[in-house]
């Protein structure tokens, strides 16, 4: 390899670390959420793992379950950047509690019990909320709803009893019912 060829590879790349993160890899970072494979200038997935490329390639964050593990290394400029999109654009609940600590040092919102009680009849079948029975169909429609929304409204959520939260998944079944598949 020439010299001249090895510093427009070292420009190339310093552009790459010192550009925002272009709409391409934004897509990748939307596809990495749904799970779905897309290539980008910096970024790839296969809907599994989100990969960094290009001199310094890293895997950024992988699935784990259903929840989403940061696992980058290296602490460079074009990773805080990606990382910072990551938490903008995929819900606070959709990562894994002790690398999501580690990366912002931030803590996560405890769930009432109301709000555990859902969650748990969503992975288990049914249960009793507010002395009515509960079917899982209607716990995983909460728990999808639950999942995407931000953080202002998760606290409004936990702050409802078990009739409210009833009488909110009731209105949301009303609203949403009709676009779930059996």
Known sequence: MKLSELKQIIREEVQKLTEALKPIDKKVVQAFYDKKSLEGKLLNTDGK????????????????????????????RSD????????????????????????????????????????????????????KTVDGMSANLFKAVYEKSNDKTKEKIQTMNEKQLYIFMTKLWSKFGKQVRI
């Open 49 to 76: 793992t989100l990969d960094k490329l290009g001199m310094g390639s890293d895997t950024v964050a992988v699935w784990k379950g259903h929840k989403i593990e940061i696992t980058s290394q290296s602490a460079v």
């Open 80 to 131: 805080d950047m990606i990382l910072r999109y990551l938490k903008k654009f995929v819900p606070r609940g959709n990562f894994d509690d002790k690398s999501y600590k580690k990366y912002f040092n931030e803590v996560k919102l405890s769930e009432s019990k109301a709000v555990d009680k859902v969650l748990y009849m969503a992975d288990h079948g049914y249960g009793k909320l507010a002395g």
